[in-house]
């Protein structure tokens, strides 16, 4: 059974940094890509950014410059380093994984960042 592990998120201060990591478990399947989402209350989804398996990295406008996507394959873990937050980033963070040959996503349960002084 496909499980995405999470960790970060918490308290930060406004222009703070923080890391936000996914490990995919239960599975030897090839991952095709890794992303992260997040979602504000009231707000829908929104991708944050993505690394599909060749390496290439797709940004949100909203956070280009500010954030770093990478992953680790063999221990099948993506990380979001996040700089110079701001309030409005607060939201759910999560992960969202797809494999090679499959058009179906799996996601995490979501972590909390909270952006305030």
């Known amino acids: 059974q496909v499980n995405l592990v999470e960790s970060g998120g918490g308290l930060v201060q406004p222009g703070g940094s923080q890391v936000l990591s996914c490990t995919v478990a239960?599975?030897?399947?090839?991952?095709?890509?890794m992303a992260w989402y997040r979602q504000a209350s009231g707000e829908e989804r929104e991708l944050v950014a993505h690394?599909?398996?060749?390496?290439?990295?797709t940004y949100a406008d909203s956070m280009k410059g500010r954030v770093i996507i990478s992953r680790t394959t063999p221990s099948k873990t993506a990380y979001l380093q996040m700089n110079n937050l701001q309030p409005e980033d607060t939201a759910v963070y999560y992960c969202?994984?797809?494999?090679?040959?499959?058009?179906?996503?799996?996601w995490g349960k979501g972590t909390l960042v909270t952006v305030s002084s």
């Open positions: 969202n994984v797809r494999f090679g040959g499959n058009t179906m996503d799996y």
């Open positions: 239960g599975t030897s399947q090839a991952i095709y890509k």
């Open positions: 690394i599909i398996s060749d390496g290439a990295r």
